[in-house]
Antibody
Framework: QVTLKESGPALVKPTQTLTLTCTFS??????????VNWIRQPPGKALEWLAR???????FYSTSLKTRLTISKDTSRNQVVLMMTNMDPVDTATYYC??????????WGQGTQVTVSS | DIVMTQSPDSLAVSLGERATINCKSS????????????LAWFQQKPGQPPKLLIY???TRESGVPDRFSGSGSGTDFSLTISSLQAEDVAVYYC?????????FGQGTKLEIK
């Protein structure tokens, strides 16, 4: 059974750096063609893709956010970490991680809510 | 970036009737090397993460009821629910995975008339 779970602070202050962890089970990020993505969703708004890391450590980022994002993996611990710098209230959202194997996002975590406020 | 545009933004359909949601991409998402369209459909209910319904434009994910179907190729796609059930009330998103940055449509809210 494939599961993913996001964790991190529920509240961050403006200008701080957000660090989120996706802990997964049921698959290995060392398997060829395996990928993990981060997606966010502001309250009442649409989904926005943020970043992707691949089994071979290739990394891809949102065009508008790439200067603020860093994605990394710890294959032995089955974790993917997303860092987002210089947080702003507009970054308030639910942040999801999702597995992609063969291209499609076939398994998602429940999401973690992050509020940016002083 | 590829822009995904859904229509309509909201839709109200009677129980048992057909519902169709459209999605248009700003460039083709068809890979000529394998003839697959990298277009997926997701269903999201309140307080839940998105659920994959359809991938490669028309392949139903395991466990998804057969009243859900996807069609289209290139830049124009549709999701059809053949006979709307109460549990289908949700927001539906299309998404392209043709290239990064991946992009989603703005969502279509489906309600019961």
């Amino acid at each position: 059974q494939v599961t993913l779970k996001e964790s991190g602070p529920a509240l961050v202050k403006p200008t701080q750096t957000l660090t989120l962890t996706c802990t997964f089970s049921g698959f290995s990020l060392s398997t060829t063609e395996m990928r993990v993505n981060w997606i966010r969703q502001p309250p009442g708004k649409a989904l926005e893709w943020l970043a992707r890391i691949d089994w071979d450590d290739d990394k891809f980022y949102s065009t508008s956010l790439k200067t603020r994002l860093t994605i990394s993996k710890d294959t032995s611990r089955n974790q993917v970490v997303l860092m987002m710098t210089n947080m702003d209230p507009v970054d308030t959202a639910t942040y999801y991680c999702a597995r992609a194997y063969g291209g499609q996002f076939d398994a998602w975590g429940q999401g973690t809510q992050v509020t940016v406020s002083s | 970036d590829i822009v995904m545009t859904q229509s309509p933004d909201s839709l109200a359909v009677s129980l048992g009737e057909r519902a169709t949601i459209n999605c248009k991409s700003s460039q083709s998402v068809l890979y000529s090397s394998n003839n697959k369209n990298y277009l997926a459909w997701f269903q999201q209910k309140p307080g839940q993460p998105p659920k994959l319904l359809i991938y490669w434009a028309s392949t139903r994910e395991s466990g998804v009821p057969d009243r859900f179907s996807g069609s289209g190729s290139g830049t124009d796609f549709s999701l059809t629910i053949s006979s709307l059930q109460a549990e289908d009330v949700a927001v539906y998103y299309c998404q392209q995975s043709y290239n990064t940055p991946y992009t989603f449509g703005q969502g279509t809210k489906l309600e019961i008339k």
